[in-house]
Nanobody, 124 residues
Framework: QVQLVESGGGLVQAGGSLRLSCAVSGLAFSRYAMGWFRQAPGKEREFVAAISWAGGRTLTVDSVKGRFTISRDNAKNTVYLQMNRLKPEDTAAYYC?????????????????WGQGTQVTVSS
């Protein structure tokens, strides 16, 4: 059974930092690219960042570029999202997802598995 379990969300003041983690089990983690998405109330789900299976390639949406960093530890089957200089508009439920890595463009990943999400709330 494949499981993706996010953690690390919470309430933080604007300008603060959080690090989200996504622990993965039940699949060959090092064969999968990983992504982070977010969804704010009343809005569509939005892509945030992705990372290739070995971590050599990353992709970040422009709205968080320079503030958020995606990374992974294949020995721990975990992907991270370091979020710095948080803004109220970053408030959302954050989800990690896994996509089999065929060395395709990270923008073209098709995600097969999703976590349940972790809430991030940034107060002004």
């Amino acid at each position: 059974q494949v499981q993706l379990v996010e953690s690390g969300g919470g309430l933080v003041q604007a300008g603060g930092s959080l690090r989200l983690s996504c622990a993965v089990s039940g699949l060959a983690f090092s064969r999968y690219a990983m992504g982070w998405f977010r969804q704010a109330p009343g809005k569509e789900r939005e892509f945030v960042a992705a990372i290739s299976w070995a971590g050599g390639r990353t992709l970040t949406v422009d709205s968080v570029k320079g503030r958020f960093t995606i990374s992974r530890d294949n020995a721990k089957n975990t992907v991270y999202l370091q979020m710095n200089r948080l803004k109220p508009e970053d408030t959302a439920a954050y989800y990690c997802a896994a996509a089999y890595d065929r060395n395709q463009d990270l923008q073209l990943l098709e995600y097969d598995y999703w976590g349940q999400g972790t809430q991030v709330t940034v107060s002004s």
